[in-house]
């Protein structure tokens, strides 16, 4: 199994900067895919951001030019950096990731998500 760990919410001003990250661990044989999405009370979890193993990224429209996502593929993590944070922008961040596990078995898994709290 892959588990994924999130690290880095918390509590921040308007106009602040906050940086996630999400480690993998288990029996990740590839990562292809990560990613970070974000859900509030009573809405369906949402895209944020996504990178390949090969660098290429997309974006929701409401974070472009404030988020940046990156990743470490040696060391199976992903990062989120948030600046220009709104209070629009408060929610529970997961992370995900889909690869390939020993023995070859295809896995999408989620962490257990992470509270970021922007105040006016």
């Known amino acids: 199994q892959v588990q994924l760990v999130e690290f880095g919410g918390g509590l921040v001003q308007a106009g602040g900067s906050l940086r996630l990250s999400c480690a993998a661990s288990?029996?990740?044989?590839?990562?292809?895919?990560m990613g970070w999405y974000r859900q509030t009370p009573g809405k369906e979890r949402e895209l944020v951001a996504t990178?390949?193993?090969?660098?290429?990224?997309n974006y929701a429209d409401f974070v472009k030019g404030r988020f940046t996502i990156s990743r470490d593929n040696a060391k199976n993590l992903v990062y989120l950096q948030m600046n220009i944070l709104e209070p629009e922008d408060t929610a529970v961040y997961y992370c995900?990731?889909?690869?390939?596990?020993?023995?070859?078995?295809?896995?999408?898994?989620w962490g257990q998500g992470t509270q970021v709290t922007v105040s006016s």
């Open positions: 990178i390949t193993s090969g660098g290429n990224t």
């Open positions: 288990g029996t990740v044989l590839t990562i292809n895919t």
């Open positions: 995900n990731a889909g690869g390939y596990s020993i023995g070859a078995r295809l896995y999408n898994s």
